[in-house]
């Protein structure tokens, strides 16, 4: 992502996240689109992923719990965190220039594993654009 911000970035106001083992259909791009249109100071939009193809023991039991309970999960997260969401590292907007000026990932000092590279991005990512005044939403779409 960081190689597409700083190469390309500069030319788009957002850019859309996705993931090969989740599903985002046209109705809930446009709604995205549009949320992060009317709301100049929202730097990113979550969406809840919808899990398909698993094929695994483990997998299928997370795509059935998605299912039966994604929804009603998502809806209170939205509410619960309000402006200050977080991020899953896919299946969301995020207005490029916020992202490209707040989430520049630090170098930690010290030994791996609490040194070093930060490995596990986008729940910081979220806290980066939160911490310059960004909102982060989930919208259960």
């Not at 259909?25 to 398909?52: F, K, N, Y």
């Not at 200050?84 to 000092?109: Q, V, Y």
């Amino acid at each position: 992502m960081a190689e597409w911000v700083t190469g390309y970035g500069g030319d788009y106001e957002c850019m859309i996240v996705l993931d090969a083992d989740s599903l985002m259909g046209a109705d809930c791009l446009v709604s995205l689109t549009r949320r992060m249109a009317a709301e100049p100071g929202l730097g990113l939009i979550q969406t809840l992923p919808t899990i398909i193809r698993a094929n695994t023991l483990y997998s299928r039991i997370q795509q059935f719990a998605n299912h039966c309970f994604g929804p009603i999960y998502a809806s209170g997260l939205a509410a619960w965190h309000g402006y200050s969401s977080n991020f899953w590292g896919h299946n969301a907007i995020i207005r490029t220039k916020a992202f490209a000026d707040a989430c520049g990932l630090p170098m930690l000092e010290g030994k791996a594993p609490f040194g070093g590279h930060v490995m596990s991005h986008d729940f910081m990512e979220a806290a980066l654009l939160r911490r310059a005044g960004w909102g982060c939403v989930l919208i259960p779409i």
